[in-house]
């Protein structure tokens, strides 16, 4: 029998995939991604490109059967594919759905049919909607937005195969990620890509309100040291919030890209602040965050060249792109 540890990465050439596979080659894996590159990039992974232990499928995860031979033999299955955009959630509600929770399902399927030791699935924070701070894994929930909730259905639906099926599952909801290979094309979205491509262009940072309101910033190879020890915990069935525990405001980000600002109207259903209460994660799983808000933005900006083709995003361009969000959100503001 081989002594292979084996690993399958779903969305494994996107950003907090890619540095998931850096870790598990680190730990000496086998590792096969998964990725249709929707999203993720080649490129992501071009390091490990000689690497003879990473092999790369690129396929939608809708269409993949769980007895297919990626999955044979793996010892943990990480679950981060999906697609999670806020404003195209709204408009195409039936599509985030399909991906992030039937293509859930099928992984489910797939770590069921080959005994897999651990299923890892990567949560979001937007669970919680407009959560008190620090949040604990025992708030309630609220799903804002389609995206939100299909990644709570996509969750629920994995500890519903823990129950039913006996499939080891652990669930990690990151809070605000980023880091190097974070994405660089697509839609509006998270701040880092918009502020990075304008400061390249030397245009003012955009701001959304009046920059007061705080992220809990986590940064992304932390993110991945926290879903490996997710896996290799001998803990089966639980949930834990994932952040740095140590919230940044957006002013704070700005300040340390320095660059002109241009303030924007402030959006219905973000919250004031996202601060996740890290003392589960801490206590259950060894894990604690390494690398400090100064030191990760220092680390990006080294890699700043990245976003260089990425869209340039301007007020007015802005609120053409998020014309949906307020539609559909703000009649539920006070």
């Given at each position: 029998?081989?002594?292979?540890?084996?690993?399958?990465?779903?969305?494994?050439?996107?950003?907090?995939?890619?540095?998931?596979?850096?870790?598990?080659l680190?730990?000496?894996?086998?590792?096969?991604?998964i990725?249709?590159?929707?999203?993720?990039?080649?490129?992501?992974?071009?390091?490990?490109?000689?690497?003879?232990?990473?092999?790369?499928?690129?396929?939608?995860?809708?269409?993949?059967?769980?007895?297919?031979?990626?999955?044979?033999?793996?010892?943990?299955?990480?679950?981060?594919?999906?697609?999670?955009?806020?404003?195209?959630?709204?408009?195409?509600?039936?599509?985030?759905?399909?991906?992030?929770?039937?293509?859930?399902?099928?992984?489910?399927?797939?770590?069921?049919?080959?005994?897999?030791?651990?299923?890892?699935?990567?949560a979001?924070?937007?669970?919680?909607?407009?959560a008190?701070?620090?949040?604990?894994?025992?708030?309630?929930?609220?799903?804002?937005?389609?995206?939100?909730?299909?990644?709570?259905?996509?969750?629920?639906?994995?500890?519903?195969?823990?129950?039913?099926?006996?499939l080891?599952?652990?669930?990690?909801?990151?809070?605000?990620?980023?880091?190097t290979?974070?994405?660089?094309?697509?839609?509006?979205?998270?701040?880092f890509?918009?502020?990075?491509?304008?400061?390249?262009?030397?245009?003012?940072?955009?701001?959304?309100?009046?920059?007061?309101?705080?992220?809990?910033?986590?940064?992304?190879?932390?993110?991945?040291k926290?879903?490996?020890?997710?896996?290799?915990?001998?803990?089966?069935?639980?949930?834990?919030?994932?952040?740095?525990g140590?919230?940044?405001?957006?002013?704070?980000?700005?300040?340390?890209?320095?660059?002109?600002?241009?303030?924007?109207?402030?959006?219905?259903?973000?919250?004031?602040?996202?601060?996740?209460?890290?003392?589960?994660?801490?206590?259950?799983?060894?894990?604690?965050?390494?690398v400090d808000?100064?030191?990760?933005?220092?680390?990006?900006?080294?890699?700043?060249?990245?976003?260089?083709?990425?869209?340039?995003?301007?007020?007015?361009?802005?609120?053409q792109?998020?014309?949906?969000?307020?539609?559909?959100?703000?009649?539920?503001?006070?």
């Amino acid at each position: 029998m081989s002594s292979a540890k084996i690993a399958v990465v779903t969305g494994g050439a996107g950003f907090i995939g890619s540095h998931m596979v850096d870790l598990l080659l680190q730990e000496g894996f086998v590792v096969r991604v998964i990725d249709n590159l929707s999203g993720g990039r080649e490129s992501n992974l071009s390091h490990h490109s000689a690497n003879s232990q990473m092999s790369l499928l690129v396929t939608d995860i809708r269409k993949l059967e769980p007895l297919h031979a990626v999955f044979k033999g793996a010892t943990f299955i990480f679950h981060f594919a999906g697609i999670g955009d806020i404003v195209p959630s709204i408009e195409n509600p039936i599509e985030y759905m399909e991906v992030n929770i039937q293509g859930t399902v099928r992984m489910l399927e797939a770590g069921r049919a080959n005994s897999v030791q651990k299923f890892v699935y990567a949560a979001s924070s937007s669970c919680y909607g407009l959560a008190s701070v620090p949040t604990t894994e025992s708030h309630p929930l609220s799903p804002q937005y389609p995206y939100a909730l299909s990644k709570l259905l996509g969750e629920q639906a994995a500890f519903h195969w823990h129950r039913v099926y006996g499939l080891p599952v652990n669930s990690v909801r990151i809070f605000n990620a980023y880091g190097t290979r974070s994405r660089t094309s697509g839609v509006y979205g998270a701040v880092f890509g918009v502020f990075l491509r304008q400061k390249l262009a030397g245009r003012p940072f955009t701001v959304v309100g009046d920059g007061t309101q705080r992220r809990d910033f986590v940064y992304v190879s932390d993110v991945a040291k926290a879903f490996y020890a997710a896996a290799i915990t001998e803990i089966v069935g639980r949930h834990w919030n994932l952040g740095a525990g140590n919230p940044q405001s957006i002013n704070r980000l700005t300040e340390l890209l320095v660059g002109d600002v241009e303030y924007i109207p402030k959006r219905p259903g973000e919250p004031e602040c996202t601060w996740a209460d890290i003392t589960a994660i801490s206590n259950d799983l060894q894990w604690f965050p390494l690398v400090d808000f100064e030191e990760g933005i220092g680390r990006m900006m080294l890699d700043i060249e990245r976003w260089r083709d990425a869209p340039l995003w301007d007020p007015e361009s802005i609120k053409q792109a998020t014309t949906t969000w307020f539609k559909y959100l703000a009649k539920d503001q006070s």
